[in-house]
T-cell receptor, first 114, second 113 residues
């Protein structure tokens, strides 16, 4: 089955700096890669996703890149703010008629220092 | 509703008790998922429903775990004879179809004493 590795496990940045989180996946058939933000006591919140027919996607201060050949994808957060502090999870899945089962990475705890 | 709703928010059970966790997905969402999240880890897939049909239950850890969605809307995850290792946050998620984003509820934190 699919295996997703996520690095780093913790990341501390100064407010205004950029943060980058990297993930690798094992199943070359995977074609959908979402990113989630999870705050303490809450469920994961979908913040951005990318499909395998796209190499890059941007939404305001957040961008994701995908390298299918190397089987890795990354989340980039620019101009970080204290409210970006949370745990971020990457995930991978194969869209198919029988559902979109997500395999998650281990998470990255991001701390943005004011 | 505006989002995925789960109840109870917290559940404390004595070892050996049965528990039932409820999920109310986003209105109209066909797909419903249950995930288990241990402390400090990413969510792990338990089971998947498309409408009332349970199409994938490969992640259920034992036959003590049972899920249902009889009318294709609300779902219940039942754990029989709870064990300490069942302590975790149980997350429910839904999506409008198998090709759309997956949205999570806030979860039920289960503590088995």
């Amino acid at each position: 089955g699919e295996n997703v590795e996520q690095h780093p496990s913790t990341l501390s940045v100064q407010e205004g700096d950029s943060a980058v989180i990297k993930c690798t996946y094992s199943d070359s058939a995977s074609n959908y890669f979402p990113w989630y933000k999870q705050e303490l006591g809450k469920g994961p919140q979908l913040i951005i996703d990318i499909r395998s027919n796209v190499g890059e996607k941007k939404d305001q201060r957040i961008a994701v890149t995908l390298n299918k050949t190397a089987k890795h994808f990354s989340l980039h957060i620019t101009e970080t703010q204290p409210e970006d502090s949370a745990v971020y999870f990457c995930a991978a899945s194969l869209f198919k008629a029988a559902g979109n089962k997500l395999t998650f990475g281990g998470g990255t705890r991001v701390l943005v220092k004011p | 509703g505006a989002g995925v709703s789960q109840s109870p928010r917290y559940k404390v059970a004595k070892r050996g008790q049965d528990v039932a966790l409820r999920c109310d997905p986003i209105s109209g969402h066909v797909s419903l998922f249950w995930y288990q999240q241990a402390l400090g880890q990413g969510p792990e897939f338990l089971t998947y429903f498309q409408n009332e049909a349970q199409l994938d239950k490969s992640g259920l850890p034992s036959d003590r775990f049972f899920a249902e969605r009889p009318e294709g809307s609300v779902s219940t995850l039942k754990i029989q004879r709870t064990q300490q290792e069942d302590s975790a946050v149980y997350l429910c998620a839904s999506s409008s179809d198998s090709l759309s984003g997956v949205f999570f509820g806030s979860g039920t934190q289960l503590s088995v004493l």
